[in-house]
């Protein structure tokens, strides 16, 4: 049952990894698109926009509290990784 | 174009939320069992198994720093909200 349960939290675990690669794949894209136009990377209003529609999306048991916190971490992960692979 | 990897991204965010969520609730079937027959539900030598595990299965972009910091994180959160919803 414990050796079951784990195999299920490993499998998930890696679900979250793979699905934070594609994150920062799409972002590294929408970034490299945006500033071959002149238009700014960083989008406050976005950020506000997708935390309101995950809060909605959001079934739980995730507390709202705990995805603020998740989703903020998030975004500030993937600003430093794609800065750092995008550095010379 | 920005519109369309707009959508890739709040998709991707919503399957991330998704699996913290399952991942919640294993962790906190985990618990129970483990309460249930006095063993100690923090196992530091699990943990370290586990991000060496991730670590070996990240294909990248995501830094193993990055990984690091991504799991730290995601290791507190779950304490933390396992913790809450099984108040009194």
Chains 1, 2 share one sequence.
Do not use: H
Not at 19 to 41: H, M, P, Q, S, W
């Amino acid at each position: 049952m414990i050796r079951q349960l784990r195999e299920q939290i490993s499998d998930t675990d890696r679900s979250i990894v793979e699905a934070i690669n594609t994150r920062l794949k799409l972002v590294a894209r929408l970034k490299r698109y945006k500033e071959e136009r002149g238009l700014d990377f960083v989008d406050p209003e976005r950020e506000e926009w997708m935390l309101s529609y995950l809060l909605r999306a959001n079934r739980g048991p995730l507390s709202a509290e705990g995805l603020r916190e998740l989703f903020t971490e998030i975004l500030d992960l993937t600003k430093r990784e794609v800065g750092r692979s995008q550095a010379p």
